[in-house]
């Protein structure tokens, strides 16, 4: 008998704790997470509960795709499908190839399998281009071959030898700094002078979050939270209460160029801090000639539109939250906030051009232009493809000015 009783109390005692462990799983459901970068910040899923339109917005923007994991059914059906390999030479070639666990860059010397790496990471939002990276214990590493959006093919990754397999360059806390919203990393000595970075895997947040541009805001949510009559923002910096250089170094975190040498991780940057106070003056030399690559700020300082006006930003043109990409007539509108037609300061080309103005403003101040730093190498070419951008150094450009015109007298003599 008192065999029975003693498995019954087993058993129930084994039940309730079943029990307890399911509940406390549905409660924990319901109660927000905490966030690996501490106390200070929201679990970042909490916004959506009073910023619903904002926040389903922002989800389809360049920002909030910077970085993600890559799952196996991940890649666009066009990169998947596309009969991918990128030929060095007659021995030589990539092929990107679908398995059970993923997707992998398989290397292949003279028909023979010498190296597979799985995609896991992946950088950029495919805009333009997506590059990705592996894990190999706490240490991750770039894969040799990147997606070309506009050539809509596999490409040699930015700086990589264009006749050798590469497998070996190291991703830096750099990159997730400014594609990302949080990773721990830690510096390791390797022997010598050198040190190589290490990540913690379950302490990555991919992709660019809420609080990465407005800062910690858990007392924000709590507040609201208690205080829902409250529609005052409280313990949050309001944009408009920023200085004009506090806005620009609000983008400039990640738009500023990187020749700049960091002295504290960015991702201590809050708004309302002072940018140059991250970097090392020593190595903030002035650069003349500055990149169209992720240097926006600097090719804006150099328009005669941001020295003469008091009040351009970032935003006076771009909107935070919107995909707006391609929209080049919206953004001509912007021009035309401060240089009206009816305005000595219009455009002087405006009686050539006739309506066709309205609408091509950037296409001739602001041409795409091909990056310094960063081009593709096609497969089995020996051209390199460029890297066009958008420069910010709204100016006059003879060269591009005659392709415009060019262009509209097709288009005209066409009808
Ligand atoms: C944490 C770093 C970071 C901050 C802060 C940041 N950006 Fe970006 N931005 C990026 C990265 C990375 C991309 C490339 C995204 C991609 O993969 O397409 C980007 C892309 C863009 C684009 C291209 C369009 C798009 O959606 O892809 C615009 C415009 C832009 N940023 C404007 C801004 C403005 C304006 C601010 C300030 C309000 C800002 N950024 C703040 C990192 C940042
Ligand atoms: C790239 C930086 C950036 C990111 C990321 C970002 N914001 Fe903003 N946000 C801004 C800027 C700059 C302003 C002020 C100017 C404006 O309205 O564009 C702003 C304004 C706001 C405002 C007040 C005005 C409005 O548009 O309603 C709210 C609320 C807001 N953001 C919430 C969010 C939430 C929620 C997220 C995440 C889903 C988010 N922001 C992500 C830069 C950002
Ligand atoms: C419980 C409700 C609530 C939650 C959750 C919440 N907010 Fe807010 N937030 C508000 C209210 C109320 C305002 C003031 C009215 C407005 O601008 O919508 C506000 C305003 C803001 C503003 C604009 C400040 C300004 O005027 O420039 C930003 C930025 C912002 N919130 C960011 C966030 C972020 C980021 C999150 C998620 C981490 C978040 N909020 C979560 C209630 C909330
Ligand atoms: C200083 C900030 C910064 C750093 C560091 C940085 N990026 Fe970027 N990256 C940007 C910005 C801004 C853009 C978008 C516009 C541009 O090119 O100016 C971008 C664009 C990209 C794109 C194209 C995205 C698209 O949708 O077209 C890829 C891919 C990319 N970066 C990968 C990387 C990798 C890999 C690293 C590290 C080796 C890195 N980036 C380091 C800021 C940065
Ligand atoms: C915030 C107001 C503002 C906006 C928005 C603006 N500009 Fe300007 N722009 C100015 C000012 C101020 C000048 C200096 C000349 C003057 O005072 O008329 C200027 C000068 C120029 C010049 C002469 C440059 C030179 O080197 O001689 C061009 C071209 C120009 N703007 C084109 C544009 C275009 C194209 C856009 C939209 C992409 C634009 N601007 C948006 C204020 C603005
Ligand atoms: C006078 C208007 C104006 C201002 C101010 C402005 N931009 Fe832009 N930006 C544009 C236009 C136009 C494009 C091209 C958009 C397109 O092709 O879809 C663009 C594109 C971009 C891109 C994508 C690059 C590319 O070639 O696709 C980034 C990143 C960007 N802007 C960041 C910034 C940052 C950061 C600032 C502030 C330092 C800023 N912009 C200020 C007008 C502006
Ligand atoms: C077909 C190319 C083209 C287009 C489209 C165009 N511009 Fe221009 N713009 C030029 C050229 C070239 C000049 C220099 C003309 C000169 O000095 O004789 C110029 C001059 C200017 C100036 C300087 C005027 C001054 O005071 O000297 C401004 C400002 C300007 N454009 C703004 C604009 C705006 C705003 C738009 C759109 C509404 C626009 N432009 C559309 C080619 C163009």
């Known amino acids: 008998m008192k065999g029975k009783s003693g498995k019954l109390f087993i058993f129930s ?7 307890a462990m399911f509940f406390s799983q549905c409660i924990d459901k319901d109660k927000p997470k905490a966030d690996i970068r501490g106390t200070a910040y929201a679990d970042p899923a909490t916004c959506i509960k009073c910023h619903k339109e904002v926040y389903t917005n922002y989800n389809q923007t360049g920002h909030y795709h910077a970085s993600q994991p890559v799952a196996a059914n991940h890649l666009q059906a066009g990169i998947a499908a596309t009969d991918s390999q990128f030929v060095f030479n007659d021995s030589v070639k990539i092929k990107v190839e679908k398995r059970k666990s993923g997707l992998y860059q398989v290397a292949y010397f003279k028909g023979k399998k010498v190296r597979d790496e799985r995609f896991d990471i992946a950088f950029g939002s ?7 990276a592996y894990w190999r214990g706490k240490k991750i590493y770039q894969l040799p071959l990147t997606y070309s959006t506009s050539a809509h093919n596999w490409v040699n990754s930015p700086g990589y030898p ?5 497998y070996n360059r190291l991703v830096v806390g750099r990159c997730f700094e400014c594609h990302a919203s949080f990773a721990d990393r830690k510096f390791v000595a390797t022997g010598g002078l050198t040190v190589d970075e290490e990540f ?6 991919y992709g660019i979050d809420c609080q990465r541009c407005h800062g910690p805001a858990a007392n924000h949510v709590n507040y609201h939270t208690e205080n829902p009559g409250d529609k005052q923002p409280k313990f949050i910096k309001p944009y408009k209460s920023l200085t004009r250089q506090q806005k620009l170094d609000m983008c400039g975190v990640c738009h500023s160029g990187s020749d700049l040498k960091a002295e504290r991780s960015t991702f201590n940057f809050h708004p309302g801090d002072t940018l ?16 169209v690559h992720g240097n926006q700020t600097k090719l804006l300082a150099m328009s005669k539109c941001f020295a003469n006006s008091a009040t351009m930003t970032c935003t006076t043109c771009h909107s935070s939250h919107e995909k ?3 929209n080049l007539v919206g953004y001509s509108q912007k021009c035309m906030t401060c240089h009206k037609a009816e305005d000595h300061n219009f455009c002087k080309m405006a009686p050539k051009l006739g309506d066709a103005i309205t609408t091509k403003c950037v296409d001739c101040h602001m041409p795409a232009l091909p990056s310094k730093v960063i081009s593709f190498k096609m497969t089995d070419a020996k051209e390199t493809s460029p890297y066009l951008l958008r420069t910010h150094r709204i100016a006059i450009y003879p060269e591009q000015t005659a392709g415009v015109l060019q262009m509209l007298k097709n288009n005209h003599n066409k009808r």
């Open 126 to 132: 495919a805009e333009k281009a997506q590059t990705y």
């Open 13 to 19: 005692s084994i039940l309730t704790f079943l029990l």
């Open 324 to 326: 707006e990409t391609g």
């Open 200 to 205: 913690d895997k379950d302490a990555m947040l």
């Open 276 to 291: 140059m106070n991250f970097f090392d003056p020593a190595f903030g030399a002035v650069n003349h000639d500055p990149d």
């Open 162 to 166: 264009a006749n050798l397999v590469y």
